[in-house]
Every structure is written in structure tokens, then in C-alpha cells.
């Protein structure tokens, strides 16, 4: 089993910055696919952006180059540095881990970007 903890949401102001932590822990393989996903009120679950072990990242359009994932493999450990935050950037952020055919997710953090 696999076990995700995030941290790090909560209440911004337009235009501000925000940075997401996620620990994976228990059996983790050496290879894996770490991610953020998001999902407002309303709205379907939406990929945010991912990384591979090899650091190979992919994004959703709406916000590249406002948001940066990175990881420390050593650790088990993904982050999302979001920066130029929008109203519509509101939403339950989920940390996800993939390997072996199975997809793990944390229990997800909000964030909310109001003035």
C-alpha cells in the first residue's frame, strides 16, 4: 500500500503564490509517476501537472508557466510551487502516485484564491 499526505493549501489573494507538499510513503517502487490533480465545485477532476522519476514534467495548459512540480525521489516527496494564483486556480488539490498499473491518491488540500 501506498500512503500520500499533502499540505501546504489554504487562502491566497489574486495574484499570490502558494506552494503544495506531498510525502508518499509505504511501498514505493523505483519506478513511478507523481502528479497534482484538482477538482472545483461543479467540476471534474483535472490533471494539474506530473513528473517522472526522470523529472519529465507535463502540464495543463491553464497553468504553465504560473506553476513548477518538482520532486526529491531520495524522499518521496512532490511539490507544486504555484505562483500568479487566479480565482480559478480554487479548487481541492490531490498529490497522485502511479506504478504498477495502480494509481494512489492523497485525501486532498484546498485552495482558495479570493480577495
Known amino acids: 500500500q501506498v500512503q500520500l499526505v499533502e499540505s501546504g493549501g489554504g487562502l491566497v489573494q489574486p495574484g499570490g503564490s502558494l506552494r503544495l507538499s506531498c510525502a508518499a510513503s509505504?511501498?514505493?517502487?523505483?519506478?513511478?509517476?507523481m502528479g497534482w490533480y484538482r477538482q472545483a465545485p461543479g467540476k471534474q477532476r483535472e490533471l494539474v501537472a506530473r513528473?517522472?522519476?526522470?523529472?519529465?514534467?507535463n502540464y495543463a495548459d491553464s497553468v504553465k508557466g504560473r506553476f513548477t512540480i518538482s520532486r526529491d525521489s531520495a524522499k518521496n516527496r512532490v511539490f507544486l510551487q504555484m505562483n500568479s494564483l487566479k480565482p480559478e486556480d480554487t479548487a481541492v488539490y490531490y498529490c497522485?502516485?502511479?506504478?504498477?498499473?495502480?494509481?494512489?491518491w492523497g485525501q486532498g488540500t484546498q485552495v482558495t484564491v479570493s480577495s
Open positions: 513528473i517522472t522519476m526522470d523529472d519529465m514534467t
Open positions: 509505504g511501498m514505493i517502487f523505483s519506478t513511478n509517476v
Open positions: 497522485t502516485l502511479g506504478q504498477n498499473r495502480r494509481d494512489y
